[in-house]
């Protein structure tokens, strides 16, 4: 039999699951959750922000929350906003930083208030810091948010999407994370720019992000696989929403997506009963919020295997 083929979920509940979640969660709490993912078979986990506290209040504990996640024997990242925030992970010895730009100009304007131009300079900015502090082993992922369309400009210019990964693979980026933020794209679109990018710059340096919003976020994670891509971020109960469409479910689900990838035949090695015993926890613990997935909901079936540790 053909080795399994591996693909890789990387959670980002305590980061994208938690960033609109008003009610602070203690950081003691986030390092317990954090704990129970890598207790599930999760190697991959994107723990918190260095975005202003006055941004986002939820990540004020970020340097709390680092150093209870590091020394784990997992691979934890944190999400930059800009070269002060990098400087902070760099500080921090995180072995990778994310930054993320926003494909939609108008979205990068309203989120960010600079062009897309400008946050270009800004990953140029960080991989020069980078480079200075002989930091190469540090990982540096550049994501394109708004990849497959932008709730405040509608359609994103494909040719311009591709263009961005090349441009940002180009400066130093070790990972290009190609993110579905508002939960626009469809299989085919996505079949169709993951294709191009993969082919640009090789599928196993693409991350791809997906928001269930409308749906389609499983099967959007079908399509990344056909082109080859093997590295999907998700988070448990499918925690997260939107900051533009209240009310709309979330990020893909970890528990569901690593039963589909499971039943698919693709080993992820994470254990879905300890990721669902974590949704109910989390459940418990943001009562108001909406925590959710199929698997936790319905079990899984009669004759799956519940757990791949290869
Ligand atoms: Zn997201």
């Not at 209040?57 to 590091?70: E, K, L, N, P, R």
């Not at 760099?90 to 930083?97: C, E, K, T, Y």
């Amino acid at each position: 039999m053909a080795m399994q083929d591996r693909v890789i979920i990387r959670d980002t509940t305590l980061r994208d699951g938690l960033q609109l979640v008003v009610e602070q969660v203690p950081a003691a709490q986030k390092i317990k959750w954090l704990h129970d993912l890598v207790h599930a078979g999760v190697t991959q986990i994107e723990v918190s922000s260095y975005v202003p506290p006055k941004v986002i209040a939820q990540f004020s504990d970020v340097a709390d929350v680092v150093q209870g996640a590091m020394g784990q024997g997992v691979d934890i990242s944190v999400l930059v906003p800009n070269l002060n925030g990098a400087r902070r992970a760099f500080d921090a010895g995180l072995p990778q930083v994310n930054f993320v730009l926003s494909a939609s100009e108008a979205h990068s304007k309203a989120n960010t208030r600079k062009t897309r131009d400008a946050a270009v300079k800004d990953f140029e900015a960080i991989v020069a810091e980078r480079t200075a502090r002989n930091l190469d082993h540090t990982r540096l992922s550049a994501g394109i948010a708004t990849a497959f369309g932008c709730t405040m400009q509608g359609a994103v210019d494909e040719d311009e999407v591709v263009a961005l990964a090349i441009t940002l693979r180009d400066l130093g980026a070790d990972e290009i994370l190609v993110a579905d933020t508002v939960g626009y794209g469809n299989p085919a679109q996505v079949r169709r720019i993951l294709g191009r990018i993969a082919e640009a710059i090789g599928p196993d340096r693409i991350l791809s992000h997906f928001h269930d919003t409308r749906g389609l976020g499983l099967a959007n994670v079908v399509a990344a696989l056909d082109v080859g891509v093997r590295r999907f971020d998700s988070t448990v109960g499918g925690l997260g929403g939107c900051p533009f469409a209240p009310g709309a479910t979330g990020n893909i689900d970890t528990e569901d997506l690593a039963f589909m990838l499971q039943s698919m035949g693709y080993d992820t090695g994470v254990d879905i009963p300890q990721l669902v015993a974590l949704q109910r926890q989390i459940a418990a613990a943001l009562p108001a919020e909406r925590v959710g997935g199929c698997i936790a909901r319905a079990g899984l079936p009669i004759n799956a295997s519940a757990a791949v540790t290869a």
